[in-house]
């Protein structure tokens, strides 16, 4: 909290929002007694991470003996599929939940892996696709849009929520009967989602996120002098109605105000005006949070409320009210020193910010070489690589820096025709025909050097893998000079996976040869960068 | 449908990025199959027209002569010639033109003679053995007729593909020509009587990949289908005149012997 009065501290309402998350999980069951269920959560311990990465390395080390795998392919997506595949082989059980089978699901009877010596009980269900489904969708800009379903499932799939729902429904039941470790938390759960037909009730799901009144609620405005009565059952108008004594619940308060009062589901909303002109569309989908389309839109405008671009007027102060998209606050500008707010409420200071707490380096930007590269000493300074990151040091997290043997720089990336692993889009002929196999690009000047032919297979390996394939010489790679040396890089995508194409002719995943290392913050994988070398096949 | 005005596709190949949303779309729309290819080291794929494959991006590494680098993308396929050599070979009118000047292919009529494959200075025409029926693009006739775009436009993300009236669509590609400057240049309008698939092309033509430089119908199409038929059908002499100019129509430029891709294999490197 800030003690300047001109910060909204806007997160001082953060026991509203989290009481009635504990509300819309246990309902009845969390009192202020118990403290709304708050032990029965699971908690993050303090200085441990849970990334892909980290949930491998427990899996690998025997810590984590179950896996839900959702539309997710980690035995081609994550660094160092070896490692990952041999992790899978210690788990006691993998549930597969997607719309095509993948090398995930099936690493059971992966190349090189016997299926006589692997204990793992695997299940598949299939899933319904997007288009097989009705629910919200939302986007990066922030839109929750509602879509319909178009079309039934084939054979077996159901929607994801649906499976969940109906496999939590059976656990829950299991521990009434048995019980188990932390009982409560499951068996107080509410968890009645499913229609008269016993289906996922899409409706009663989005009404629970938006949030709903559990008692009839008298609430004041002491600003505006009001007083307003919802009843029992009402949904809530938007997060700002949410109560910290229980009296509402909500799934995700961010949300709130996309089923308004009134039975509307805004999500639905397919306005196409756009009064300010600037692209905002406000009636078209919802905008979390309340509708607004810019976040900290307040920060347009100069600290008398005029926008700092006349021409591209998101919002602006009339000396009464703000005008425009829904304002980050209802306070004036911030010229006026009592009632006035920084624009940047949801930040502690209320103002921007480079650097804050939370971060593991920084402020000030520094060049680290990758984990693992060509050079020895990192020529800008004397440490050569992120000491912030995190070192994975299993037996299988080998590295080979400044490498005779791995001499070049790989890069990975996606090719268009492909999504990510390939594990949608490598069953789809029209695609695989553009983007049959794994290849790898190389530069004129190393395909000469190595006597490698463009269209000729090649072996391309790393300390922790291979990864046979096509070669691709290409003016588009051109060997760099560092140090006053030579290093080639080379390229490939990461689309393809053993289990499909049929007959092996893909290839495989690219991530074998990739290192367990990633960003110190977010641990999004260091893929970009990493050694190998390039042989004839 | 006569009163319809002529049309024309434009292909801006400065604004392509290779997506190849074209190539899917198209191959949907004609419900064309896709078949199994292997990786040859290059982007394109399949390597070159074929029956299921109307339209491709051919995928181009070029460096000028100061060894400027740029990777050049065409999309190739049917350029719906004014006067068209494919129209004027075809003895059974199975290609022909469409009330809309594109040029139609009534594949039920077609009887695989490969006449138009040999003829077509553009390429583009493939056979099929297996079904013994020739394949090309007809710019999604009865989209036309329902006023939408062909497919490949509907797909193109980046306004690199449009389509509009004829005297539009030409003067667009001058101005955009002019925008760009150097080489640039209008690809279609000039020959054949004019193409209803014209180019913007960043360079000259003799740049590209399979590009003709100066297309035209070949002369033996035009000696034998303009001057010669003519005059066999007025008597039986006819038939000696036929023989002689069937030789000449095949000796310069035979069928390629591509109708063995039905299963579509293509193994190996370049």
Known sequence: MSKDPQSANYYQNYPKFFVSFLKALWDDKATKENGFGYHWLPKMDDGKHYSTMHMVDAMYKGKVKGYFCVGADTAVSTPNSNKVRKAMENLDWLVGENIFNNETYEFWRGPGVDPKKIKTECFLLPAAATMEKEGSQSNSGRWVQWKYKAADAPGDGLPVGEIEIKIMAAVKKLYEKEGGPNAEAIVNLKWDYLDKQGHYDVIKVAKQINGVFLEDTVIEDKAKGTKTEFKKGQLVPTFGNLQADGKTACGNWIISGSYTADGINKMQSRGKEDPTGLGLFPNWAFAWPVNRRIIYNRASCDVNGKPYNPKRKLLEWTGEKWVGDVPDGPWPPMADKEKGKYPFIMKTDGVGALFGPGMVDGPFSEHYEPFEGPLAKNPMSSQLINPAAEIFNSDMDKLERASEKFPYVCTTYSCTEHWCTGALTRWQAWLLEMQPELYVEISEQLAKEKGIQNGARVKVSSVRGEAPCVAMVTKRFKPFTVEGKTVHQVGMPFNYGWLFPEDGSGGDSTNMLTPTAGCANTFCPEYKAFMVNVEKA | ?270
């Open chain 2, 1 to 270: 449908m006569n009163n319809k005005p002529e049309l024309v596709k434009l292909i801006d190949t400065t604004l392509c990025t290779a997506c190849r949303g074209c190539q899917v779309a198209c191959k949907q729309w004609n419900e064309m199959p896709g078949l199994r290819t292997r990786q040859r080291g290059t982007y394109q794929n399949p390597e070159d027209l074929q029956w299921n494959t109307w339209t491709l991006i051919r995928f181009q590494e070029y460096e000028d002569k100061d060894g400027k680098f740029q990777w050049i993308f065409r999309k190739d396929g049917c350029m719906h010639c004014t006067d068209a050599a494919c129209v004027k070979v075809c003895p059974s009118g199975a290609l022909h033109y469409t009330p809309l000047k594109t040029v139609g292919l009534d594949r039920n009529k077609c009887i695989g003679c490969k006449e138009c494959v040999a003829a077509c200075p553009f390429h583009i025409p493939r056979y099929n053995a297996s079904t013994d029926k020739v394949y090309k693009c007809d710019l999604c006739y009865t989209r036309l007729t329902e006023g939408l775009p062909p497919a490949c436009v509907k797909s193109c993300p980046t306004g690199a593909l449009t389509i509009g009236e004829k005297n539009k669509m030409i003067k667009k590609a001058y101005a955009r020509v002019k925008q760009l400057g150097g080489d640039a240049n209008v690809y279609g309008d000039k020959f054949v009587d004019g193409t209803h698939v014209i180019y913007v092309l960043q360079f000259k033509p003799e740049v590209y990949d399979e590009l003709p430089v100066k297309p035209s119908v070949p002369l033996s199409v035009v000696i034998w289908k303009d001057l010669l038929k003519p005059l066999s059908l007025l008597g039986a002499g006819g038939v000696v005149a036929g023989s002689f100019v069937h030789y000449m129509l095949h000796g310069p430029k035979a069928p390629p012997p591509e109708g063995t891709n039905e299963a579509g294999k293509t193994e190996g490197g370049e």
